[in-house]
């Protein structure tokens, strides 16, 4: 097959700072949502006191990066490296540690692109101000997000404000809501919410204002939601869980207001947020220079109608029920047309073209893969490699329908997977690996902490050598 990626199409690979870097309480870095919640996990699983430690390997790593041939690195600045309490004093030994990481990558020819808040709230705005509840909090996150402009923005050109909101925001966890009754929970969520999608606004506008050619965009969690039959009930249901888990977010970010859907969700739900009027004109500011899309599988879905056992308001926008009030409720489903890999999740490289074509055809704006990949507990072999054939050929059909995707019109930026070396996993820690590098460490047993280069490392050399004409 000949060439079939245009001349700069980006070939990256990415990250996020919790993660990857370790190094949690050094260099005067305060503890962040993230830290937090890993450590309630210490026991049970690797946290982010060391993670992949990058902190202390950066340098090797980037040479690795380059050794890949990577055009571009995502990563993610950590907030408390920057600001450790959040809105407080900088830490210039957290600015210098990112100054040396952007130039160390310009120079092996890799462009850094940055997300600003990778689920890695300041734990001190938790306790200053109840995080995201708080309008303060939106203050503190743009004025975070100016120092990094300021500071970073005469290298990094493309920047996304937050990772996967539409997501975290379902997360109790990582949102810090406690509310056990889940109304309330709900009515905080919206607010969190909304807060964010502000902050995300004022983010954007400062983007534009402090860097020269800045580009910035949201980085969404996407979802392609199948109707479980062609029943017009079902079809709707899974339209509905695409629009309350996804594109309520993206329609805020793009058009600066929510839906008619979502609105309506939050009305007839009672929780609608406050919103003061001069907020209009600041949202109008968050409209996408590029949609930065997450992608891992599909969902399915079928449509569950009101009664006495899901009544109004027991799980609603959590777990795997989606409350739609009277619209009647949306119920998750295993698809049967899709098989499971041997590792659990669902693989539907088909969804990836659906995906980038409905967002493309729905905003308009440029899209690049920040997120897609296979996780696996791979091992180590005797002959010291790591054998990941189940990621290359996932990877490969991921690829493909990239191309498919930019045939049918597509503009596709580049393509990023998840993850450029092994690092934590939210709640398998190092038991499910993504990397194309591995990571000699144990979930406790730090081991020698190598780098080791995994078969996939190989096969994605020579797809970046090639510009994608051999898969
Ligand atoms: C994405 C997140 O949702 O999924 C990443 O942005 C995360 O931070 C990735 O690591 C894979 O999820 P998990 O739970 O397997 O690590």
């Not at 690795?64 to 309490?85: H, Q």
């Not at 996408?288 to 027991?314: F, I, Q, W």
Request: aromatic share 12%; net charge negative.
């Amino acid at each position: 097959m000949p060439a079939s990626f245009p001349k700069g199409f980006r070939w990256g690979a990415s990250s996020s700072a919790f993660q990857i870097e370790g190094g949690w309480d050094e260099g005067g870095k305060g503890p962040s949502v993230a830290d937090h919640n890993a450590f309630k996990r210490s026991d049970r699983q690797a946290d982010t006191k060391v993670a992949s430690d990058l902190y202390h390997r950066w340098r090797g790593d980037v040479a690795l990066m380059k050794e890949l041939g990577l055009g571009m690195y995502r990563f993610s600045i950590a907030w408390t490296r920057i600001v450790p309490d959040g809105d407080g004093e900088v830490s210039e030994e957290g600015v210098a540690f990112y100054d040396a990481l952007i130039d160390e990558l310009l120079a092996a020819g890799i462009e850094p692109w940055v997300t600003l808040y990778h689920f890695d709230l300041p734990w001190a705005l938790v306790e200053r101000y109840g995080g995201w509840a708080d309008r303060r909090c939106v203050d503190a996150f743009d004025r975070y997000a100016r120092i990094c402009f300021e500071r970073f923005g005469d290298r990094v050109k493309h920047w996304q404000t937050i990772n996967e909101q539409n997501l975290m925001v379902r997360v109790d966890e990582r949102m810090n809501i406690a509310a056990s009754d889940p109304l309330e929970a709900d009515r905080l969520r919206a607010q969190m919410d909304y807060h964010m999608s502000l902050a995300h606004a004022r983010a954007t506008r400062s983007c534009h204002e402090l860097v020269e050619g800045g580009l910035v965009g949201p980085a969404i969690s996407s979802t392609c939601t199948y109707p479980l039959t062609p029943k017009p009930e079902d079809v709707w249901a899974a339209r509905s869980n695409d629009y309350l888990k996804t594109l309520y977010n993206l329609d805020m970010c793009q058009y600066g207001a929510y839906s008619g859907f979502y609105m309506d969700y939050l009305e007839k739900r009672g929780i609608v947020p406050v919103m003061l009027p001069e907020d209009a004109e600041t949202l109008r500011h968050g409209k996408m220079d590029y949609l930065a899309l997450n992608y891992y599988r599909t969902l399915c879905a079928s449509y569950l109608p009101v009664d006495d056992e899901h009544p109004l308001g027991s799980r609603a926008f959590r777990g795997n029920e989606v409350d739609f009030d009277q619209y009647g409720w949306c119920r998750d489903e295993r698809n049967p047309s899709l098989e499971a890999s041997e590792y659990g999740a669902q693989i539907d490289p088909m969804g990836l073209r659906i995906v980038l074509d409905e967002y493309y055809a729905r905003y308009r704006v440029p899209i690049i893969i920040t997120e897609n990949g296979l996780g696996a507990p791979d091992e180590l072999t005797a002959d010291g490699r790591v054998h990941d054939d189940y990621r290359i050929d996932y990877l490969r059909a991921h690829v493909g329908a990239c191309r498919d995707a930019m045939r049918d019109g597509v503009e596709l930026m580049g393509y990023s997977p998840w993850s450029v070396m092994d690092l934590l996993s939210s709640h398998q820690g190092f038991r499910k690996r993504y990397g194309f590098i591995y990571v000699d460490r144990g979930e406790h047993d730090l081991r020698s902490l190598e780098r080791v280069r995994k078969d996939s490392f190989f096969w994605y050399q020579n797809v970046i050598r090639t510009n994608g004409a051999e898969l």
